[in-house]
C-alpha cells in the first residue's frame, strides 16, 4: 500500500512539472514578446510628457488667456502654477488607481504594490479605482468602509475594449494616479506610482520662458490634443508596465516552484528505491525462512 501511495505521488509531481513548465514557457515567451516595446515606449513617453512640461510652462500666459476664453475658472490666477493650467473641463479631484490582477500566482508583486497604495490612500480624500478582481478582495478586507470604483481586465493580454472605458471614465479627474508594478530586470519588479495627467515632469523647476515653437494649426489644438492623447497614451503604457511586471514576477514563481518540484521528485524516487530494497530483502527473507523450515 505504502509503495502503490510512493508511485502515485511520483506521478502526480511529474504531471505538476509538466504544467509548471508550460507555464513557464508561456511567461517567457510573453516577456520576450513585449519587454522590447514596453522599454522602448518608456523612454518615448517620458520625452513626450518632457515637452508637454515644457509647453505647458514657457507658454503660462497664453494658456490662461485661452481658459479664460473657454470659460474655465480653475488657476486662473498670475501666480498659478503651470501645472494646473488645462483647457478640458475637469472635476478638479485626484483619483488613486491601482492596477491588480484577477489571479494569483504572480509573486509578491501584487501584494507589494496594495501595500504601497494604501499607505497612499488611507489619509487621502482622493477617490479610488480597483482594477482586478485581486485588488478587489485585498481592499475590500483592509478598508471596508472606503468607497471605490471597480473595473475588471484581462490578465492575459491589454484589452483596448475595457482600457478606453477606464480611460474615459479616469479623463474626468484633475489628478490621476496609477500604482502598478514596474519591470527593473528579470528577477527585480518593484511597486511604483506613475502620474498620468499629463504633467508629472513638472514637478521640479519650470521652465524658464525662452523655448519658442511654431504651433500648427494652434496652441490651442495641439495643447487639447496633447492634454487628451497624452493621458491616454500614458495610461496605456502603465497597463503594458504593469503586465510585464506580473509576468516576470510569475516566471520567477514558477521558477521556484519548478525547483521545489525537482527537489520532491527527488526524494519520491528515493522513496520508490528504498521501497524496492525493503521489497527485494523481505522475498529474499521469506525464501530463506521457507528453506530452512523445509530443511
Same mark, same amino acid.
Given at each position: 500500500?505504502?509503495?502503490?501511495?510512493?508511485?502515485?505521488?511520483?506521478?502526480?509531481?511529474?504531471?505538476?512539472?509538466?504544467?509548471?513548465?508550460?507555464? @513557464?514557457?508561456?511567461?517567457?515567451?510573453?516577456?520576450?514578446?513585449i519587454?522590447?516595446?514596453?522599454?522602448?515606449?518608456? @523612454?518615448?513617453? !517620458?520625452?513626450?510628457?518632457?515637452?508637454?512640461?515644457?509647453?505647458?510652462?514657457?507658454?503660462?500666459?497664453?494658456?490662461?488667456?485661452?481658459?479664460?476664453?473657454?470659460?474655465?475658472k480653475?488657476?486662473?490666477?498670475d501666480?498659478? %502654477?503651470?501645472k494646473?493650467?488645462? *483647457?478640458?473641463?475637469?472635476? /478638479? +479631484?485626484t483619483?488613486?488607481?491601482?492596477?491588480?490582477?484577477n489571479?494569483g *500566482?504572480y509573486?509578491?508583486?501584487?501584494? %507589494?504594490?496594495?501595500?504601497?497604495?494604501?499607505?497612499?490612500?488611507?489619509w487621502?480624500?482622493?477617490?479610488?479605482?480597483?482594477?482586478?478582481?485581486?485588488? #478587489?478582495?485585498?481592499?475590500?478586507?483592509?478598508?471596508?468602509?472606503?468607497?471605490?470604483?471597480?473595473?475588471?481586465?484581462?490578465?492575459?493580454?491589454?484589452?483596448?475594449a475595457?482600457?478606453?472605458?477606464?480611460?474615459?471614465?479616469?479623463?474626468?479627474?484633475?489628478?490621476?494616479?496609477?500604482?502598478?508594478?514596474?519591470?527593473?530586470?528579470?528577477?527585480?519588479?518593484?511597486?511604483a506610482?506613475?502620474r498620468?495627467?499629463?504633467?508629472?515632469?513638472?514637478? /521640479?523647476e @519650470?521652465?524658464?520662458?525662452s523655448?519658442?515653437?511654431?504651433?500648427e494649426?494652434?496652441?490651442?489644438?495641439?495643447?487639447?490634443?496633447f492634454?487628451?492623447?497624452?493621458?491616454?497614451s500614458?495610461?496605456?503604457?502603465?497597463?503594458? @508596465?504593469?503586465?510585464?511586471?506580473?509576468?516576470?514576477? #510569475?516566471?520567477?514563481?514558477?521558477?521556484?516552484?519548478?525547483?521545489?518540484?525537482?527537489?520532491?521528485?527527488? #526524494?519520491?524516487?528515493? %522513496?520508490?528505491?528504498q521501497?524496492?530494497?525493503?521489497?527485494?530483502?523481505? +522475498?529474499?527473507?521469506?525464501?530463506?525462512?521457507?528453506? !530452512?523450515?523445509?530443511?
Open positions: 500500500m505504502i509503495r502503490r501511495n510512493i508511485f502515485e505521488e511520483t506521478e502526480r509531481l511529474s504531471v505538476l512539472r509538466i504544467l509548471i513548465e508550460t507555464y @513557464e514557457g508561456i511567461a517567457a515567451m510573453t516577456i520576450r514578446r519587454r522590447n516595446s514596453v522599454l522602448q515606449n518608456r @523612454e518615448f513617453y !517620458a520625452g513626450l510628457s518632457d515637452l508637454f512640461a515644457e509647453i505647458k510652462s514657457a507658454y503660462a500666459k497664453d494658456l490662461r488667456s485661452l481658459m479664460v476664453k473657454r470659460g474655465i480653475q488657476a486662473l490666477a501666480g498659478a %502654477k503651470a494646473s493650467l488645462s *483647457l478640458i473641463r475637469r472635476n /478638479g +479631484k483619483v488613486y488607481v491601482l492596477l491588480s490582477s489571479t *500566482l509573486g509578491e508583486i501584487i501584494g %507589494k504594490t496594495f501595500a504601497l497604495f494604501v499607505k497612499n490612500i488611507r487621502s480624500d482622493a477617490d479610488c479605482v480597483i482594477v482586478g478582481r485581486v485588488g #478587489r478582495m485585498l481592499f475590500e478586507s483592509a478598508m471596508p468602509q472606503k468607497k471605490f470604483s471597480y473595473f475588471d481586465f484581462p490578465d492575459t493580454h491589454v484589452s483596448r475595457d482600457l478606453e472605458e477606464i480611460t474615459k471614465f479616469l479623463h474626468q479627474y484633475e489628478n490621476v494616479v496609477v500604482f502598478h508594478g514596474a519591470f527593473r530586470s528579470f528577477i527585480d519588479q518593484h511597486p506610482l506613475s498620468v495627467s499629463g504633467d508629472e515632469r513638472l514637478l /521640479g @519650470e521652465a524658464s520662458g523655448v519658442s515653437y511654431i504651433f494649426p494652434s496652441l490651442e489644438d495641439i495643447m487639447v490634443f492634454e487628451s492623447e497624452i493621458f491616454a500614458l495610461l496605456g503604457q502603465v497597463f503594458y @508596465e504593469s503586465r510585464l511586471a506580473k509576468v516576470a514576477s #510569475r516566471l520567477m514563481v514558477l521558477d521556484r516552484a519548478s525547483t521545489n518540484v525537482d527537489d520532491a521528485l527527488r #526524494r519520491s524516487f528515493f %522513496k520508490q528505491r521501497a524496492g530494497h525493503q521489497l527485494s530483502n523481505k +522475498k529474499q527473507i521469506n525464501a530463506m525462512s521457507g528453506v !530452512a523450515l523445509w530443511g
